[in-house]
């Protein structure tokens, strides 16, 4: 169970964050979410990961109201819209994100997906930023090996410091080949959907170690992901019994027994698999 993770520049940052996505859609949770958030961030989780996608923009106000008065404790990151991707589509959305999120700058700066704006474009807005110091690091998301190959061939493109991916327990396709390059390039993997979005199986070897443990199985498919070395898991929580939960899954040390009966209901890899997404 890793607290920290390193960035290619040595930086560290906290192994678990905290996730937005589906936060601020339903008015009735609001409060619940913001209460997560805010506890969250005192039990060390703050990473926070957002994106101008979630809510039209709604998740990232609600991230300003819960956190704004708490800017410098935090490791803010946001996502741009492929759409919104060109030089200076990228900049202005930057823009659009820092004020709903009332903050003077971003820690990480995600391309959320590869759309059709040539990669060379979206890194030019995304270095322009950094040298303005609206962002502090930039990297991509949902990019397989072969996009991240064509992006570090790109002028500035090895100053993408991650790959936000879909990887947990029930979904290891990542381990055949794409985090042993990004582990050659120094760059941490984030895990997004680290608990299957509340739908691992119920039962089975997770159930089993749990008991041993004295944990639910979406801890121990927590802590699998943050026994890595390199994985940051942002696991979203609206309810604060979830958010405790999480925390308590960084002080979880699987034994090799438990590795090793994981990986024999959830095998890794043989052989490539596209990435998926969610
Ligand atoms: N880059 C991308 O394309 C992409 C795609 C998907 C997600 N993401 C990011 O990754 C974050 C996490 O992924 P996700 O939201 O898809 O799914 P997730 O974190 O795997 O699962 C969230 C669900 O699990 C529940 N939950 C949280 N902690 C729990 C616990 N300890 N025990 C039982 N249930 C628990 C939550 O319930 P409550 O809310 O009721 O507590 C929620 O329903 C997102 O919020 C987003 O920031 C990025």
């Given at each position: 169970?890793?607290?920290?993770v ?13 996730g ?36 039209e ?11 704004a ?27 659009r ?22 990669l ?31 992006l ?28 042993p ?17 509340g ?40 309810s ?35 990435l998926?997404?969610?």
């Amino acid at each position: 169970m890793s607290l920290k993770v390193t960035l290619p520049d040595g930086e560290t940052i906290p192994a678990l964050g905290q996730g937005t996505w589906q936060m601020a859609e339903t008015a009735s949770r609001r409060k619940h979410e913001i209460e997560a958030l805010r506890l969250g961030v005192e039990l060390g989780m703050t990473l926070i990961d957002t994106a101008e996608m979630y809510g039209e923009g709604a998740a990232e106000e609600l991230v300003a109201e819960a956190l704004a008065e708490q800017r410098d404790r935090l490791f803010l990151v946001s996502k741009v819209y492929p759409h919104n991707a060109s030089r200076q589509g990228v900049v202005q959305a930057c823009e659009r994100s820092l004020k709903r999120l009332k903050t003077d700058r971003l820690d990480l700066y995600l391309l959320h997906w590869r759309g059709s704006v040539p990669l060379e474009e979206t890194i030019a807005g995304f270095e322009e930023l950094r040298r303005s110091g609206k962002i502090r690091h930039w990297g991509v998301s949902n990019f397989d090996i072969d996009d991240m190959k064509e992006l570090v061939q790109i002028p500035e493109g090895e100053s993408c410091v991650t790959n936000q991916v879909l990887y947990n327990v029930t979904r290891r396709g990542p381990e055949f080949d794409l985090i042993p390059w990004m582990a050659e390039h120094r760059m941490p993997l984030m895990a997004y959907s680290p608990i299957e979005q509340g739908r691992l199986p119920r039962g089975g070897v997770l159930q089993g170690i749990g008991q041993r443990h004295g944990a639910s199985p979406f801890q121990i498919a927590l802590a699998w992901l943050l026994q890595k070395p390199a994985v940051i898991a942002i696991p979203k929580a609206s309810s604060p019994d979830h958010v405790r939960d999480n925390r308590r899954a960084l002080e979880i040390r699987l034994s090799p027994e438990d590795l090793e009966a994981i990986d024999a209901e959830f095998p890794p890899p043989k052989r490539k698999r596209p990435l998926e997404m969610i």
